[in-house]
């Protein structure tokens, strides 16, 4: 094992310490591209094309708010603590309106994430680095992995809303939010919380890469709405936010 993949893994065991004992932590970006080099040194190679696959998403049809202000794509996968991440046949994103009370109880059904993009390094580096990082935290666990890219729009008649259920649990086991950029906006601050919705602690999901991770049995999150800064130029947050179901 070389120098920098050793560290990697000590970093990440106390990463997994950290998450052990508060539910959650904050990772800068610089320390995320780190461990993917250290991993691969090809790890972020099509960086650019990955940022660049956020544009022309199609709309969120789904919003019960009746919000024109969120673009998303989705992806299933399954994984174990070794081996590949498996891209599993297109289906539709389901959640119970006990975990989401705006748009829960029904089957959405929303454009799959480019094949090429699952199997691009970037996205392979995310999801093995997550899925090992959790794998140390359930080593046991058979993973049932949804991914999702978000684009949350604003404008000055309409703030975006990351979070528009408001504080929440996803109803699975681990979740990352990925920052991929922000553009002309400000706010969008991640907030956590206990179950009986005490705050515990804040951040700014800031530069490309900058990771959030929490334990979903432990805790709730939510994410304060963007607004537009240039009323001239358009105000967007991208993410990618993927979550951890064992179905062991």
């Known amino acids: 094992m070389s120098e920098k993949l050793l560290m990697q893994v000590n970093d990440t065991l106390g990463l997994c310490d950290k998450i052990a004992m508060d539910g959650?932590?904050?990772?800068?970006?610089?320390?995320?591209k780190q461990w993917l080099l250290a991993s691969s040194a090809d790890a972020l190679l099509d960086w650019q094309?990955?940022?660049?696959s956020w544009e022309g998403m199609p709309l969120d049809e789904y919003m019960a708010?009746?919000?024109?202000?969120?673009?998303?794509?989705?992806?299933?996968?399954s994984a174990n603590?070794?081996?590949?991440?498996?891209?599993?046949?297109?289906?539709?994103?389901?959640?119970?309106?006990e975990y989401n009370s705006l748009n829960g109880g029904v089957a959405r059904i929303y454009e799959?994430?480019?094949?090429?993009?699952?199997?691009?390094?970037?996205?392979?580096?995310?999801?093995?680095?997550?899925?090992?990082?959790?794998?140390?935290?359930?080593?046991?666990?058979?993973?049932?992995?949804?991914?999702?890219?978000f684009r949350i729009e604003a404008n000055q008649k309409e703030h975006g809303q990351p979070a528009p259920e408001g504080v929440h649990r996803d109803g699975v086991d681990y979740?990352?939010?990925?920052?991929?950029?922000?553009?002309?906006?400000?706010?969008?601050?991640?907030?956590?919380?206990?179950?009986?919705?005490r705050v515990?602690?804040?951040?700014?999901?800031t530069n490309p890469l900058d990771w959030a991770l929490v334990d979903d049995k432990r805790c709730m999150h939510g994410v304060t709405p963007v607004e537009q800064i240039d009323a001239n130029s358009p105000a967007y947050r991208d993410v990618l936010v993927v979550t951890f179901t064992d179905k062991s």
Do not use: C
């Open 24 to 32: 959650f932590s904050f990772v800068p970006g610089e320390q995320i």
């Open 49 to 52: 094309t990955f940022d660049a």
């Open 65 to 77: 708010d009746g919000g024109r202000y969120r673009r998303r794509r989705f992806a299933t996968l």
């Open 81 to 97: 603590a070794n081996g590949p991440i498996v891209l599993e046949p297109h289906q539709p994103h389901y959640q119970s309106r």
């Open 112 to 149: 799959p994430i480019p094949v090429d993009l699952i199997h691009g390094h970037t996205m392979q580096g995310v999801l093995q680095l997550s899925r090992d990082l959790f794998s140390r935290l359930r080593p046991q666990a058979s993973w049932h992995i949804e991914a999702h890219q």
């Open 175 to 197: 979740v990352l939010v990925m920052m991929i950029k922000r553009v002309n906006i400000s706010s969008g601050t991640t907030t956590l919380h206990s179950l009986d919705k």
């Open 200 to 205: 515990l602690d804040s951040f700014t999901l």
